[in-house]
């Protein structure tokens, strides 16, 4: 089994550990189809398409769904 040589301080490990909570943001990108912008691999909240479908009726008004 392994055994450290010597007692690895307390900023030595925090430093190695600062990277641990990151969390990427969701990627942003423009809708195909109207060019809002959208989520990554999500359907468009503008217009209800995904990977050029149809996919939510989306009222003309305000954009809402029903």
């Given at each position: 089994m392994a055994v450290p040589k010597?007692?690895?301080s307390k900023s030595r490990r925090d430093k190695r550990r600062a990277n641990h909570k990151k969390v990427a943001?969701?990627?942003i990108s423009a809708c195909r189809q109207c060019g809002a912008p959208a989520a990554?691999?999500?359907v468009c909240p503008e217009c209800g398409?995904?990977?050029g479908r149809q996919v939510l009726k989306v009222?003309?008004?305000k954009g809402k769904t029903e």
């Open positions: 010597k007692k690895l943001l969701p990627a990554s691999h999500q398409t995904y990977r009222a003309e008004e």
